[in-house]
């Protein structure tokens, strides 16, 4: 008799019996965790980590919204944040300038929420409270695009970021219909504001719109060519701006061209850090490593990744996430729920 097969045979048999019971306890687990009345309990219990402290005066609101706004590393900051400047521009309905602010603000909330979406699983107490989040950043960001429509509906600017904001809220909590038609709206508005004035925003409609005509296929208005010149451009404009480096080393490699693709990245890990924008450095920094391993150059993936763990370890508060920015302001890519790189 061999013994040899025979405890084989019954370890696999083990392990497969193990193995449906696991699977079954999963399933039954995520339709325990499916089921309204617990979906509620856990929002409820959620609901006290989005109360922010309440400023004593309007002076010390604006103060707490511009302290907390260029906060992209913590959503409990940034959602007061948020939450602070959608009260301000809802205080000052005719404040134009304030209202555009806010609505960035809320659109940096959502682009940091998604990629805490992307994170490891973190359990039904996290996902709600990420739900809650969404939710009312969804619901303070269309309340202020209702706000500026009849203030600067024409406006570039408002255009460019209505768009965004569609894109923005739809790529979690939304089904796909809801996405596709989010981005069927966003695309003319975006190829009428590259037709007019491209550099509107720091080049920011060059960006979407070079991501978007990269992503979506042929039939739906996907050019990768095109992309690769939208982003171009968007670089020139904006040499600072690392997402949009980024998406252009990425359609870059996707169609091959892997020499201009070295030298984006080569190029990129030379820039000046933007002081601004430390978060999105770091993400795309670490973007950056996964594109130069692409190009079999992990000589300069080695580079980058040192950089960017100085860079890290310089700014301890700073996300060492998994995902990097989808709206040139710091997740998963909107049309692929997938990471970039």
């Known amino acids: 008799m061999n013994h040899s097969k025979l405890l084989l045979s019954l370890a696999l048999a083990v392990a497969s019996t193990w193995a449906q019971a696991e699977s079954e306890r999963g399933v039954s687990v995520a339709a325990e965790l499916s089921r309204p009345e617990v979906i509620a309990r856990y929002e409820k219990e959620a609901q006290p980590k989005l109360v922010c402290a309440e400023p004593a005066s309007a002076d010390a609101l604006l103060q707490a919204y511009q302290g907390l706004a260029s906060h992209k590393w913590s959503r409990s900051e940034l959602g007061c944040a948020a939450l602070y400047g959608f009260q301000l521009a809802q205080g000052q309905s005719s404040n134009v300038e304030l209202a555009f602010g806010a609505l960035v603000t809320q659109i940096d909330y959502l682009d940091l929420l ?30 202020l695009v209702d706000q500026l429509e009849p203030l600067a509906g024409k406006t570039l600017e408002f255009r460019t970021l209505r768009a965004t904001f569609w894109m923005a809220s739809t790529v979690k909590e939304s089904n796909p219909i809801e996405a596709a038609t989010a981005a069927a709206r966003a695309l003319p508005e975006l190829e009428a504001v590259v037709a007019e004035k ?68 080569k190029a990129a890990i030379a820039a ?21 391993r692409r190009v079999k150059d992990e000589a300069m993936a080695e580079q980058v990744a040192q950089q960017r763990s100085r860079f890290l370890e310089a700014h301890p508060y700073l996300l060492a996430r998994r995902s990097s920015a989808s709206f040139g302001h710091g997740g998963a890519d909107p049309f692929t729920g997938k990471e970039a790189d």
């Open 198 to 265: 491209p550099e509107t925003l720091g080049g920011l409609p060059l960006m979407l719109l070079g991501r978007m005509t990269f992503l979506l296929p042929e039939f739906a208005g996907g050019d990768p060519v095109r992309a690769i010149e939208l982003l171009r451009q968007g670089v020139a404009v904006n040499p600072q701006d690392m997402v949009m480096r980024r998406w252009l080393a990425e359609v870059l490699i996707s169609e091959r061209q892997y020499p201009e693709a070295r030298e984006v990245i």
């Open 114 to 143: 998604a990629s805490e979406y992307e994170g490891l699983y973190a359990g039904p107490e996290t996902s709600a409270e990420l739900r809650l989040r969404w939710k009312q950043a969804r619901s303070q960001g269309q309340a």
């Open 272 to 292: 000046p850090v933007n002081s601004a924008e430390p978060q999105a450095y770091a993400d795309e920094m670490r973007a950056m490593a996964g594109l130069a």
